[in-house]
């Protein structure tokens, strides 16, 4: 899997296809904007954006 790939997947809450070839995306509040664009290049013009409901949670920090 690419690093791309992987980076994109941490800033996707959920993805559902729906009807007629959506698919809906739900993001984390806080995810870059490329995130948004690289979904719109991998699902095309079918792709909904559903609202943020929360912030990504943060890695575990190493004592």
Excluded: C
Excluded at 26 to 50: E, H, I
């Amino acid at each position: 899997m690419s690093e791309n790939k992987r980076e994109f997947d941490r800033w996707v809450a959920a993805i559902s296809r729906g009807g007629l070839g959506h698919v809906y995306v739900r993001l984390y509040q806080d995810a870059p904007t490329w995130v948004r664009d690289m979904a719109v290049n991998r699902y095309g013009k079918g792709t909904v954006f559903l609202p943020a409901q929360r912030l990504r949670a943060s890695a575990p920090v190493a004592a």
